[in-house]
């Protein structure tokens, strides 16, 4: 559970929520193949060019639109 300090009492509510929902939520966007904190570019090179693979494949825009512009 998020901790719920009196310093979280001066922000507005609708930050507040936000970031409870971002917290209950992170589950789904976690990338589960990053085990640890620290991770190299050879590690996560693999996973954005699938990502980068699959986006392509679900683009609905022009295919001017979709493409990769510049690499990484």
């Given at each position: 559970?998020?901790?719920?300090?009196?310093?979280?009492?001066?922000?507005?509510?609708?930050?507040?929520?936000?970031?409870?929902?971002l917290?209950?939520?992170?589950?789904?966007?976690?990338?589960?193949?990053?085990?640890?904190?620290?991770?190299?570019?050879?590690?996560?090179?693999?996973?954005?060019?699938?990502?980068?693979?699959?986006?392509?494949?679900?683009?609905?825009?022009?295919?001017?639109?979709?493409?990769?512009?510049r690499?990484?």
């Amino acid at each position: 559970m998020m901790n719920t300090t009196s310093s979280n009492s001066n922000m507005p509510a609708a930050i507040q929520e936000l970031g409870q929902q971002l917290y209950h939520s992170h589950h789904k966007y976690k990338e589960s193949a990053l085990r640890h904190r620290r991770f190299r570019h050879r590690d996560i090179v693999p996973l954005i060019e699938r990502l980068q693979e699959q986006s392509a494949s679900k683009c609905r825009w022009p295919a001017t639109r979709c493409r990769v512009v510049r690499s990484i």
